[in-house]
């Protein structure tokens, strides 16, 4: 169970662009998620806390306008890369927490697999 | 340096050897995690651990966790090539905002 979907696992699309990633729980209520980014060889940086029917809580240093999070559904949060640039190069990944968990921050996240994004 | 120190950055050894992989942190924490990266995957749950914890098993896997250093251990027993990838420790603060803040990672390679 707890399974993340995230699609797709790779996009290379041209400057200007505008590059939509899709994060879905697929056997479980996601009230929370939460989109990383992460650079080579590097840890994973926190962007943004996405939650079902409101706005998404950004991190400090991260650009709303540049980086939209719709949460519209209890399965499916989405990451919008906005005309897109080469230093938005990156591996973008999602993470999920079973809303229907008590406690929630002492339970794990559940991953995506991942997003390699490369802007030419 | 950023919450989430891990140590060693890298870490070779033979298969069959344990291996130990640490992580010390900041701030006051609820619960530590431990996750496994495969190159170019997401990331896999191994283990949580929580503040009031002190040692935690998971068949081969074995946390501990001291709250007054704060720092937190990882070994693997019996290491097998499968088990080469990058480990990070994360922290969950105690302000239950289920923000996970992450370490900087080891990456272990398992020689056959």
């Known amino acids: 169970g707890a399974v993340v979907s995230q699609h797709p696992s790779r996009v290379i699309c041209k400057s200007g662009t505008s590059v939509k990633i899709e994060c879905r729980s697929l056997d479980f209520q996601a009230t929370t998620m939460f989109w990383y980014r992460q650079f080579p060889k590097k840890s994973l940086m926190l962007m943004a806390t996405?939650?079902?029917?409101?706005?998404?809580?950004?991190e400090q240093g991260v650009e709303k306008d540049k980086f939209l999070i719709n949460h519209a559904s209890l399965t499916l949060s989405t990451l919008t890369v906005t005309s897109a640039h080469p230093e938005d190069s990156s591996f973008y990944i999602c993470s999920a927490r079973d809303g229907t968990e008590k406690f929630g921050s002492n339970q794990p996240q559940h991953f995506g697999d991942g997003t390699r994004l490369s802007i030419l | 340096s950023q919450q989430g120190e891990e140590d060693p950055q890298a870490l070779s050894i033979q298969e069959g050897e344990n291996a130990t992989m640490n992580c010390s942190y900041k701030?006051?924490?609820?619960?530590l995690q431990w996750y496994r990266q495969n190159s170019g995957r997401g990331l896999v749950h191994l283990i949580l651990i929580r503040s009031n914890e002190r040692e935690k098993h998971s068949g081969r896997l074995r946390v501990t966790l001291d709250t007054s250093k704060k720092s937190s251990s990882l070994l693997i027993t019996a290491s097998r090539a499968a088990d080469t990838a990058s480990y990070f420790c994360a922290t969950a603060s105690n302000f239950g905002n289920e923000k996970l803040t992450f370490g900087t990672g080891t990456r272990l390679t398992i020689i056959p």
């Open positions: 701030t006051s924490i609820n619960n």
């Open positions: 996405s939650n079902e029917g409101s706005k998404a809580t950004y």
